[in-house]
C-alpha cells in the first residue's frame, strides 16, 4: 500500500485547505483511510476518517464541524477539507490505511510520508 499526501501549506487563520491522499497498492474495498496530525513532542493524534464502502465518516471532537473527509473511488483519492483554521490546526498532517474498517494507532497498515501544515495567526 502507497500512500502519498499533497495539498499542506502556509495559510492564515479562518482561511481553508484541502488535503488529498492518493492511494495505491491494492484494492481498498473494506478498508478505512484516515488522516492524523502530529506536532513535535506530542503523540499522532486521529483526526478523521471514512470507510472505502460506504463512505462513513468519524472525526475528532477538535476539528468536527469544521473539516470534512470524502474519498473518490474513481481515483483512489482521499481528501481532507479544512474550514476556519486555527493555529491550534498546525501541524504535519498523514495520511493513514486501516484493513477492517475503523482507523485508529493499533489498527492502521500504512502511513504517508505527510504533509505539513501552518497556520499562522
Not at 481553508?16 to 506530542?42: E, H, V
Not at 476556519?84 to 486501516?98: F, H, Q, R
Amino acid at each position: 500500500v502507497q500512500l502519498v499526501e499533497s495539498g499542506g501549506r502556509l495559510v492564515h487563520t479562518g482561511d481553508s485547505l484541502r488535503l488529498s491522499c492518493a492511494a495505491s497498492g491494492r484494492t481498498f474495498t473494506n478498508w478505512g483511510i484516515g488522516w492524523f496530525r502530529q506536532t513535535p513532542g506530542k503523540e499522532r493524534e486521529f483526526v478523521a476518517s471514512i470507510t472505502w464502502n460506504l463512505g462513513t465518516q468519524r472525526y475528532s471532537d477538535s476539528v468536527r464541524g469544521r473539516f470534512a473527509i470524502s474519498r473518490d473511488k474513481a481515483t483512489n483519492t482521499v481528501y481532507l477539507q479544512m474550514n476556519s483554521l486555527n493555529p491550534e490546526d498546525t501541524a504535519v498532517y498523514y495520511c493513514a490505511a486501516a484493513p477492517g474498517g475503523p482507523v485508529t494507532l493499533l489498527t492502521v497498515h500504512s502511513w504517508g510520508q505527510g504533509t505539513r501544515v501552518t497556520v499562522s495567526s
